[in-house]
């Protein structure tokens, strides 16, 4: 049996309290950054906040013009059986036709959302 003085305790119990070698310090926690938003995906969000986010919004024909850092979005918005067209700019203002002018959607349409799709 051995026998160990209580200093020897002491000294055992602190080696336990150590930190870690060099080798095993844990990774530096990375903060997660979210993947960038498709632009058809934030067009519909903003559409949805202009129209109030009522339920059952149908999206379709979602159109990307412009450029990557000011990207266009036009596309069409089905709810409560009618369907009207929207422009989305830089994913930030978006018209809704239901809320222009009679005709005025027309123009909007021929000038932002002609030639050019991105995809």
């Known amino acids: 049996m051995i026998r160990l003085a209580p200093a020897s305790l002491a000294l055992l119990a602190a080696c336990q309290n150590q930190p870690a070698p060099a080798n095993e310090v844990a990774a530096p926690q990375v903060k997660a950054v979210a993947p960038p938003a498709d632009d058809r995906a934030v067009a519909e969000r903003v559409v949805r906040r202009q129209l109030g986010n009522p339920p059952g919004l149908t999206f379709s024909n979602a159109r990307v013009h412009g450029t990557p850092r000011v990207p266009i979005v036009c596309g069409d918005v089905e709810h409560g059986g009618r369907r009207e067209r929207y422009i989305v700019l ?3 203002a978006a018209w809704v036709e239901s809320q222009m002018r009679a005709g005025t ?4 349409v021929r000038e932002q959302c002609g030639d050019g799709e991105r995809g």
């Open 105 to 108: 959607m027309d123009e909007a």
């Open 90 to 92: 830089a994913g930030e």
